[in-house]
């Protein structure tokens, strides 16, 4: 269900096209955000915050949706993918970094913020983030997330399909557990999706326990598996036949490194 900011955010969807562009370029020549981890319990999905506004005004939480909408680079409009006609969510860029979301209706994000009840002169009083007042009208009153950390969360299909977009960058993955290789080396792939190509994971945290069938969120970064340049930059600890077996499969294939792993807010 994508909203839109009344008549004049139509008109500055096309101006939101060319701020992206340059905020991508200049994004290029900065340090990524690190992406906030939530605890267990405050990584809930964007369902919840609409359906249970009151009691997480305040909270920190975790959200991960589609982006539907995009006003400049400060705000834009998430909504669980998962459910026809939920209700979006407005998000605030409170993180002092641009944020370029490359492909607006076909993208997903995890934010990490604030949830508080929109009010356009709070806003403007808390954060000393000035909105266009014609643009928010609807919004008054409803959720919104404040956010200080955000991340490009494509599926792990998104990853093995087209990886040369995601290389080197933060990002966050969702997907459900295939096969556990060792305690540091599993793969994933879309929930509830069989056939597709998995993506290869390796563990850079110091909790990597996992179970085949689970749904987890890993933060990180992909790389092409490049053996030699991962025996430089990471201490792991494989025996000859393991190295063996990821070098003969995923040589050169994008390779997800995480440095968090959590369960899904998938129920």
């Known amino acids: 269900m994508v909203h839109v900011f009344g008549k004049n955010f139509t008109q500055k969807l096309s101006v939101a096209g060319l701020v992206a562009t340059t905020a991508a370029l200049a994004a290029c020549s900065t340090t990524p955000q690190d992406i906030t981890t939530p605890a267990e319990a405050d990584n809930i999905t964007a369902e919840e915050v609409t359906e249970e506004t009151e009691s997480l005004i305040g909270q920190t939480v975790s959200v991960r949706g589609d982006v539907d909408a995009v006003a400049g680079d400060t705000t834009f409009l998430i909504d669980d993918g998962r459910f026809l006609g939920g209700e979006d969510i407005l998000v605030i860029n409170n993180s002092e970094q641009p944020f370029v979301i490359p492909d607006v209706g076909d993208s997903q994000v995890q934010v990490t913020g604030k949830v508080e009840q929109f ?9 000393g983030i000035e909105l266009e007042p014609e643009l928010y009208v609807e919004y008054e009153n409803q ?4 956010a200080k950390s955000m991340a490009l969360a494509p599926d792990p299909g998104d990853i093995t399909s087209d990886p040369s977009q995601y290389y080197f960058e933060r990002i966050a993955v969702e997907g459900e557990v295939v096969d556990t290789m060792d305690t540091d080396i ?5 929930e509830g999706l069989f056939g597709g190509e ?4 390796i563990s850079n945290a110091a909790d990597s326990l996992v ?9 990180g ?7 030699a340049e991962f025996e430089r930059d990471y201490e792991l600890q494989w025996d000859l036949s393991v190295q063996e077996d990821l070098e003969a499969e995923y040589s050169e294939k994008p390779v997800f490194i995480a440095d968090e792993i959590y369960p899904s807010a998938v129920k």
């Open 211 to 219: 179970m085949e069938n689970e749904v987890v969120v890993v933060t």
């Open 143 to 146: 959720p919104v997330i404040v």
């Open 186 to 190: 599993f793969t994933i792939q879309d």
């Open 119 to 127: 009010s356009l002169e709070n806003i403007k009083a808390s954060y």
């Open 221 to 227: 970064t992909v790389r092409p598996f490049v053996l």
């Open 198 to 201: 998995d993506l290869l994971v």
